[in-house]
DNA sequence: TATTTGTGCAACCAAAAAGTTGCATTATAT
DNA sequence: ATATAATGCAACTTTTTGGTTGCACAAATA
């Protein structure tokens, strides 16, 4: 299924769940012992994330490891950052315009 | 009610309309126009973003101007940037510890 | 003054999201 | 060989989301 980083990173949960194994890859398991929800409920975060690119899954026997894909991440920033230019450049930003005549 | 940016930013509509008056402040009407939906479900999207604080509405006379407000997108790319810090720091990452040995 | 324009509110609806429970499957450990 | 641990799948429920329509109301305009 296509998913949307933007969606994904919506729920709270997630956002941990990206915090926890960026700092460490973990197994499907561990990540649900960090919440007090159940088991399935972290499973269908988890693939949410791993469908939208933000995780991947590296199978270790019977476990199943999930792995942060950082780069996933720069379509967000790549956004606010956009925003910030298209706001930088209104011509109808007075600060900014006196700014820019300042600088001259 | 309170409001989450990152819950507010994961409509693809609500992105939008930030793109648009990031661009330029625009009444609720004129934002209504360039999308093939009510106005009703266009204002719905406005109130959310004002909720969270990534838009203000200035009234003027009859009419009600949404303005950006840029200082509140800085909550999601600090987040992005966040995840990256934990992701440089981690120990377990093979490719940032022979990077690190590398530079020494 | 009468009409049009821009907006707000309430009630409602359908679809999506977030959660649950129960059962099945496979790899590991006893 | 059996028990346990880690996971996947399906069915179901509840809540949230995104949307609609109809009515109301104040400001601007003819």
New binding site residues.
């Given amino acids: 299924m296509r998913r949307d980083v933007f969606?994904a990173i919506?729920?709270p949960?997630?956002r941990e769940i990206i915090g926890m194994v960026a700092h460490q890859s973990l197994?499907?398991?561990?990540?649900?012992e960090k919440f007090?929800?159940?088991?399935?409920?972290?499973?269908?975060?988890?693939?949410?994330l791993t469908e939208c690119g933000l995780l991947t899954?590296k199978?270790?026997?019977?476990?199943?490891?999930c792995e942060v894909k950082m780069e996933r991440l720069a379509e967000v920033s790549g956004w606010v950052e956009e925003c910030r230019k298209i706001w930088d450049n209104r011509l109808d930003n007075l600060d900014n315009y006196l700014n820019k005549l300042q600088n001259k």
Same sequence: chains 1, 2.
């Fill in positions: 969606q919506a729920d949960t997630r197994n499907i398991n561990s990540v649900t007090d929800v159940s088991r399935m409920a972290i499973y269908k975060h988890i693939k949410i899954i199978q270790q026997g019977r476990e199943r490891y």
